[in-house]
């Protein structure tokens, strides 16, 4: 059986998983939005991996 401090552990760690997840879809989607609006973008991207990078 898993103790309390365990499942917090867990927890936290899901928890900074799925943040760091939004983050990255968030920034994608905004460099979307800048290349739909503008027509380019300066924002990084996502490589094949799904790693932000610079252009």
């Known amino acids: 059986m898993k103790s309390i401090k365990n ?3 867990e927890y ?3 928890f ?3 943040l760091c997840c ?3 879809e968030g920034r ?4 979307q939005v800048d ?3 503008m027509g ?3 924002l990084p991207t996502k490589n094949v991996a799904g790693d ?3 252009l």
């Not at 994608?28 to 460099?31: G, I, K, L, M, V």
């Open 7 to 9: 499942i917090s552990i």
């Open 12 to 14: 936290t760690r899901v």
């Open 16 to 18: 900074r998983e799925k």
């Open 22 to 24: 939004a983050i990255s």
């Open 28 to 31: 994608e989607a905004a460099r």
């Open 35 to 37: 290349i739909y609006l």
């Open 40 to 42: 380019k973008s300066d």
């Open 52 to 54: 932000l990078v610079g």
